[in-house]
């Protein structure tokens, strides 16, 4: 049934259809919507067989889906940002623990200064935790790979974060076709934990481990995601001929087939990079697009076989480490390891920065001609950096540089806070 309906509720209406038996909730912009939805329908009813627990922390959220999920329910909860910080300890308990808890990441950046706009710094601080990590292009994927992150998660026994952008697709209004209970009974069964808490079969979850074995623990982590590249796109095919639509499995392409430049980019980003694209194609350019929509694990062997006749590739990414430059964009240079296609790195969107299709043509046209640099980031300011940079050469007691830059650019923190 298509639905004019919020991308929070959307999300919070289908994992209310993969009847979860806890549901863990502390708000934080911008993911509160999608507990807050989930109470209602506890609340009123619609959600039956269901605990909802208000928590007081993040920490307590994920803590208290450890706890649900090791005594066999099907547990779920949500954050953003420094949430998903405060919570890290636990996040990396739970995949540790081998414990298939799914859980939304409303991306947002994490400060300081305080930002509560939309890049993925969030998740990518967790990209080496163990957690499986998927990226909604839109609320439609959004929705999708909610239900599908179930049956991965439970499947395998490891945790699921599904990652959507805060508020550019948590606040949007956009119509989706919405399933119906029955669908996903049909592609959902009910929760077989391959481990639980039983006083009637008595076993230690989280013993201590030494290093007689703490290795191979670790590996056995990595072999699961090696299997998940496998079942991912399995659960993605039945997905599609339960529900009649493709979301994407670990990748998906756009007009790739005779391109000379791939521009690799995962979220909300990829529809406005497409955008561009057909624009450029219009224009005769051979150009395309390759979306990730699993980030963890990374499937390198699918990306490399995208990109092997590329002559450059271009990765927009909404995220930077600091001291190095891109995250996606070495996973995409492992992947291509061997071949010798000019790779660019785009840092773009941090905190909320638009991205906007003629920044984005001006781009790939330096691309196409080779004379774009290695590390770039889109749409910076370079007089206000050069400004602030100036500053603190001349001035030893310079000041905070986050309020010297907003006064520079003419606005004061009490604006936007």
């Known amino acids: 049934m298509h639905k004019q309906i919020e991308g929070s509720r959307a999300v919070a209406e289908a994992i209310a259809m993969c009847r979860p038996e806890v549901v863990c909730a502390y708000p934080i912009t911008p993911q509160t919507h999608i507990v807050e939805a989930l109470g209602e329908m506890v609340k009123g ?8 627990i208000n928590v007081e922390s993040e920490f307590a959220a994920m803590s208290v889906s450890i706890g649900a999920s090791a005594t ?23 995949s540790g623990l081998g414990l298939p808890i799914v859980m939304t990441v409303a991306n947002r950046a994490i400060g300081a200064p305080i930002n509560i706009w939309n890049d993925y710094s969030d998740a990518m601080s967790q990209r080496d935790s163990g957690w499986m990590q998927l990226f909604a292009e839109t609320n439609q994927e959004a929705l999708d790979l909610h239900i599908q992150a ?46 639980v808490l039983d006083p009637r079969e008595p076993v230690s979850i989280g013993a201590m481990v030494g290093p007689e074995a703490f290795m191979e623990v670790r590996y056995l982590a990595h072999a699961r995601h090696m299997r998940a590249l496998e079942l991912i796109p399995q659960l993605a095919a039945e997905f599609k001929r339960g529900f009649g639509r493709d979301t994407g499995g670990l990748a998906h392409t756009y007009r790739t087939e005779d391109a000379e430049t791939v521009v690799v980019s995962m979220g909300s ?11 450029m194609r219009d224009d005769g350019r051979r150009i ?9 694990p990374f499937p390198l062997d699918l990306v490399r076989a995208a990109l092997h006749k590329a002559r450059r590739v271009v990765v927009v990414e909404k995220s930077l480490a600091v ?41 790939f046209r330096k691309a196409e001609q080779d004379v774009l640099e290695a590390l ?13 940079l100036a500053r603190e050469r001349s001035v030893r007691r310079s000041g905070p540089a ?7 650019v003419g606005t004061i923190a009490s604006k936007i806070a």
């Open 72 to 94: 066999g329910a099907r547990a779920y909860t949500a954050t953003a940002s420094q949430g998903l910080l405060f919570m890290s300890e636990a996040v990396y308990n739970a």
């Open 269 to 279: 980003v990829l529809g406005t990079i497409k955008d561009t694209v057909d624009e």
């Open 323 to 363: 001291g190095i430059g891109g995250i996606l964009s070495t996973d995409v240079r492992m992947a291509l390891s061997g071949l010798h296609p000019h790779i660019y790195t785009v840092v773009a969107g941090l905190g909320g920065r638009a991205i906007a299709r003629n920044s984005l043509h001006i781009l």
């Open 150 to 195: 179930f049956r991965l998660a439970e499947e395998l026994s490891l945790p699921v974060m599904v990652c959507m952008d805060g508020f550019i697709l948590t606040h949007a209004y956009e119509q989706v076709d919405m399933p119906t209970q029955h669908q996903v009974d049909a592609y959902l069964p009910p929760y077989e934990p391959r481990q």
């Open 45 to 52: 009813g619609k959600l039956t067989r269901c605990e909802f």
């Open 402 to 408: 986050a309020e010297n830059m907003l006064r520079d």
């Open 288 to 296: 395309g697009v390759l979306g990730i929509t699993s980030f963890r």
């Open 376 to 388: 770039t980031f889109l749409d910076l300011d370079w007089n206000v950096v050069d400004k602030q």
